[in-house]
């Protein structure tokens, strides 16, 4: 796109420290109206230090920030606000028991006779979702009765209303599910179309192609390279990234020697999420699930772990029959379930790194013996985290080392079967890497993998055969490296023939 | 295999709006709750032989709610914003001593003296307030931590009843119009403004903000020390006036008043009794005057039934519960959904 309109914002050499240590060093970037600019880099590369430059909550230590024609200097969110310049976060900021209007105009409520206006605030929310063409949300739902993309929506109107004609998006998409995610493409464009400058951060490839029109990549603080997205390629840009090619972006699949016997065995298993689920995962392989979000993938993992347990049909873990009743019971059978949610049923935030991995044994490993923990510096240098010591709070640390954190508390028991869902979601490209063969790993040492992700070519990549689903059944089964086109076709319903 | 590909746009789906029901929320319960008690209760009574709603049982009741009612709407502000005030006992004595000692028998000292009680109320709300957002101390124990303080000051300087409030504030305590005493219009009256407050104004708004997740109200520009200073102030002034009103009904004040009657716990459990979280961020005085008139039945009923007081307590203590678990599971079934 050849634009000869002058940027709306540019940063020019931003500058900024934090105790001495230099986060950013100097970094250009400009925001064109309606343009996306996507802004890649691995953690720690300075990406949301400079999201936070441009929202006003950092003053940079050199450079320029220049709005319009206008050198700005901000030193408060409230002042980047009132340049038009809005932020949405990573996670949602919303009240779930107001109102969407309420939401939306909160801090910023109109008044009218000392009170409330509260038929202007619902009209003027109505207007921006009329504008953004999203009239299916009632600006006087509660929070709590919307769909998680529905939120989102409501986020960007929340930034809209301060009238902003610059969006910086942090990681929009980390919270959606798949089918949500083309909804978020959606909208984007109709923002684009109202001349918004849109930044966009995020680590998933594919939407950063699919979206944005000017890619910037950062790496440890500094503006690495700028272009326009179709001059780029994907193996460029995590060049680019991490500095490094990448070699093979997936590690070697299994081969009929690595396959033990069959660890875990399902036969027509139901429950009220999916039914007549028959599956085996031998010792040393790993299947993937894939599906679209609601079609019951994650319903098996969690009925597996006894969260929501089959209620007809035959499990067996290394051929004996159980009845798992519970997350307790299936930790005892040597069960492992690595959770979607990180933050919410991975970890306690506020808990060290220490007490996380030692979490599960402690909790359901009988005898002192069996409890001790000894192993426990050998065990998170096996997974490779990187803290300040084993008595650093979890919360502190970045989405990949978190997520080896969960690893490591599976590993201190050594499982036998390891479901993991969305292993790698939020975690940055190297992250991904060491958990991508932290799982190869484990299955040649005879664990049984059970798979999720809603990330096809990470789905493909590692898996060594595929199960589809499809509402709540399984639609089918793939081999090693089948193609996108075959994992949807089966997922949507129409790779049946019927 | 290409990870860049054309995308098909998909067409939008997202749902039609549900036309959101407001359903049976906890309010409406707690309403049905009162009414299937108020039922069952004269069924119980009229069994022994009495009648539990006549004159004598309604003023009984409504007698009885009015110093709760107060209470309990004070500490609804508080408790939606997220804090909780276990102040409201002895500041309750200690507004009754001021409002008494500063009348002293003259009438010309009424209008004072109920002023003065309220400030110091208002000025006992804001220390409560700076110690939660100033010193960071977290509610329970700044509040509790204030209430220690006042206890000290109670005990040490008072023994028993002290001052008297001229005749003509007696009528605040004892007048009537009809079978309601003018007190409960009073708190009536007390409770729409609290509920136009909170329900109409910017920082009632803020209130629900506070409570629901301070962080997103701070970064959406809500003041929120400001806004949780404001609610103690404001829960404090209601437990002061509800010590004006016990000083108007004894003819004195008295340092005990308060925390002889708990109103500290039982204004707590009539705010949750009313379906707010204690958490914050949900809840209502349309609720919690729910919630005190359940309470005080239960006491007008239990004096008509003569039974005994272990038994009543126990009674008290199982309804809490199980209204706090009914909202619980209520919010889970929801969210599951």
């Not at chain 1, 009239?135 to 919307?146: C, E, H, Q, S, Y």
């Not at chain 1, 700028?226 to 060049?239: G, H, K, W």
């Not at chain 1, 803290?387 to 989405?399: A, C, I, K, N």
Request: charged share 20%; hydrophobic share 45%.
């Amino acid at each position: 796109m050849t634009t000869t309109l002058p940027p709306v914002v540019r940063l020019e050499g931003i500058h900024k420290g934090f105790l001495g240590n230099p986060v950013l060093r100097g970094v250009d970037l400009d925001l064109h109206a309606g343009e996306v600019h996507a802004l890649m880099g691995e953690n720690g590369a300075g990406k949301s230090t400079l999201l936070k430059v441009l929202a006003g909550v950092h003053k940079p230590d050199s450079g320029t920030i220049t709005v319009g024609a206008r050198a700005m200097s901000f030193s408060a969110p409230h002042e980047a606000q009132a340049a038009g310049i809005a932020i949405i976060h990573q996670e949602f900021t919303l009240l779930e028991h107001r109102t969407v209007a309420e939401n939306v105009y909160l801090g910023r409520e109109p008044v009218r006779r000392g009170q409330v206006d509260r038929r202007k605030m619902v009209a003027d929310t109505r207007d921006l979702l009329d504008w953004l063409g999203e009239d299916g949300i009632d600006p006087n739902a509660p929070v709590t009765r919307l769909s998680v993309a529905q939120r989102q929506v409501v986020e960007i109107v929340k930034a809209l209303s301060t009238d902003a004609t610059v969006l910086a998006m942090d990681e929009p998409t980390a919270a959606l599910a798949d089918h949500e995610v083309e909804l978020l493409y959606d909208l984007v464009a109709r923002l684009r179309e109202r001349k918004i400058a849109i930044l966009y951060v995020s680590h998933r490839m594919r939407e950063v192609f699919d979206l944005s029109q000017r890619i910037t990549v950062l790496k440890d603080g500094a503006f690495v390279h700028c272009a326009p997205t179709e001059e780029l390629t994907s193996d460029q840009l995590v060049r680019y990234m991490v500095g490094r090619p990448l070699d093979g972006l997936y590690p070697d699949r299994a081969t009929e020697s690595d396959l033990g016997a069959v660890r875990l065995s399902l036969r027509n298993a139901e429950n009220s999420r999916v039914r007549d689920v028959s599956l085996d995962v031998r010792a040393g392989e790993i299947v993937g699930i894939a599906g679209l979000q609601g079609s019951g993938r994650s319903a098996i993992a969690r009925a597996v772990w006894g969260v929501q347990p089959f209620t007809s049909g035959v499990m067996e873990i290394d051929g004996v029959p159980q009845r798992i009743r519970g997350p307790r019971a299936a930790v005892r059978k040597g069960i492992a379930f690595v959770t979607e949610d990180r933050k919410g049923e991975g970890l306690a935030l506020h808990q060290s790194v220490r007490d996380n991995a030692l979490l599960v044994r402690r909790a359901a490993l009988r005898g002192a013996k069996a409890r001790r923990h000894t192993d426990l510096a050998e065990l998170l240098k096996s997974v490779t985290v990187v803290s300040r010591g084993q008595h650093q709070e979890v919360r502190y640390l970045s989405g990949g080392n978190q997520q080896k954190v969960v690893l490591a508390k599976w590993l201190a028991v050594a499982p036998k079967v390891l479901i993991v869902d969305e292993p790698t979601r939020g975690i940055d490209v190297g992250a991904k890497q060491t958990v991508h063969q932290l799982l190869r790993e484990l299955a040649k040492n005879g664990v049984a993998i059970l798979m999720i992700s809603s990330e096809l070519p990470e789905l493909i990549g590692m898996s060594d055969r595929i199960l589809v689903m499809h509402e709540g059944a399984v639609a089918g089964e793939l081999p090693a490296g089948a193609s996108e086109e075959a994992v949807m076709g089966l997922a949507t319903g129409h790779g049946v023939s019927e | 295999m290409s990870i860049v590909e054309a995308k098909v746009p998909v067409k939008r789906n997202i749902p039609a709006p549900r036309a959101w029901k407001t359903g049976i929320t906890p309010t409406v319960t707690v309403y049905l709750a009162l009414f299937a008690l108020l039922v069952v209760g004269s069924i119980l009574v009229s069994m022994k032989g009495g009648v539990l709603l006549d004159q004598g049982g309604i003023l009984n009741i409504l007698t009885r709610s009015t110093v709760l009612g107060l209470v309990a709407v004070g500490q609804t502000m508080v408790i939606v914003t997220g804090s909780l005030d276990l102040s409201v006992a002895y500041l309750i004595g200690l507004c009754s001593l001021v409002a008494a000692e500063t009348m002293d028998g003259q009438e010309s000292m009424m209008a004072p003296a109920v002023l003065l009680a309220l400030g110091v109320a208002a000025v006992v709300g804001l220390v409560n307030g700076l110690v939660i957002t100033v010193l960071k101390a977290n509610a329970f124990i700044a509040t509790l931590g204030v209430a220690l303080i006042l206890r000290g000051y109670l005990e040490d300087n008072y023994t028993g009843p002290a001052g008297s409030v001229p005749r003509a504030f007696q009528h605040l305590g004892f007048d009537r119009m009809g079978p309601v005493p003018v007190a409960s219009l009073l708190m009536v009256g007390i409770a729409a403004a609290a509920w136009w407050f909170m329900r109409r104004t910017r920082t009632g708004y803020h209130m629900y903000a506070v409570g629901g997740e301070i962080d997103f109200a701070r970064l959406s520009g809500v003041r929120t020390g400001r806004t949780i200073v404001i609610a103690h102030i404001l829960c404090a002034v209601a437990a002061g006036l509800a010590g004006v009103f016990l000083a108007s009904r004894l003819g004195s004040g008295a340092p005990y008043v308060g925390t002889d009657a708990g109103y500290d716990l039982e204004s707590i459990a009539a705010v949750v009794l009313g379906g707010a979280a204690l958490a914050g961020g949900r809840g209502g005085v349309v609720g919690t005057i729910g919630g005190v008139l359940i309470l005080a039945t239960l006491d007008t009923l239990f004096d008509d039934l003569a039974v005994d007081p272990f038994f009543k307590d126990v009674v008290r203590g199982i309804v809490l519960i199980l209204a706090v678990a009914l909202y619980a599971r209520r919010q889970l079934s929801r969210r599951s959904a």
